[in-house]
C-alpha cells in the first residue's frame, strides 16, 4: 500500500470528520484548498461551529505538525489519525481526537521552530471520540 501524500491526509481527514459529522446529524460545509482560515462549518439545531482537522497517516507518527501561535480561538480541533499502516498494508476506522481551542493550545508542545500535538497527550477519554464538544455553546458562532 503506497503512502498518500500530505495533501491527501489532509483531504482523507476532513471527508472523514465530515462523514462522521453527517453522521451524527450535522450539517457540513466543506472549504477546499491551501489557503483556508477554516475546514469545516457544522450546523445542528441552530448551532453553527467551525472545526480545524489535523490528520496523520496512521500511528508510526508521533502526532500532529502544528505551531501554537497558528491556533485559531473559538474552534473546535478535530485530530484525526487515519490507521492506515503501509507496512502491513492494513488499514483499520480512523480514530478522533476532539479538542477546544484552549485545550488544543494548552496540551501542544511547542518547540523553537515546530510544534506537535502528539497523539499520546490525546488518547483518553477527555479527548477520543468526544463528538459532544461541538454542542458547547462558547464555541458557536
Do not use: H
Not at 491526509?9 to 450539517?27: C, D, I, K, N
Not at 462549518?41 to 500511528?59: G, L, N, P, S
Request: net charge positive.
Amino acid at each position: 500500500m503506497p503512502e498518500i501524500s500530505p495533501n491527501n491526509t489532509g483531504l482523507s481527514g476532513e471527508y472523514f470528520v465530515a462523514a462522521e459529522l453527517y453522521r451524527r446529524g450535522w450539517s457540513v460545509g466543506m472549504t477546499i484548498g491551501n489557503a483556508k482560515a477554516v475546514d469545516l462549518f457544522a450546523e445542528k439545531d441552530d448551532t453553527v461551529v467551525q472545526i480545524q482537522v489535523r490528520a496523520i497517516y496512521w500511528r508510526k507518527n508521533s502526532g500532529w505538525p502544528m505551531m501554537k501561535n497558528k491556533i485559531k480561538m473559538n474552534c473546535i480541533y478535530i485530530f484525526v489519525n487515519l490507521n492506515a499502516n503501509p507496512i502491513i498494508s492494513k488499514m483499520s476506522a480512523p480514530d478522533y481526537f476532539i479538542c477546544t481551542s484552549v485545550e488544543a493550545k494548552k496540551n501542544m508542545k511547542q518547540y523553537r521552530t515546530r510544534g506537535i500535538m502528539n497523539v499520546g497527550i490525546l488518547n483518553n477519554e477527555r479527548f477520543k471520540n468526544r463528538w459532544d464538544k461541538l454542542q458547547l455553546k462558547s464555541y458557536t458562532i
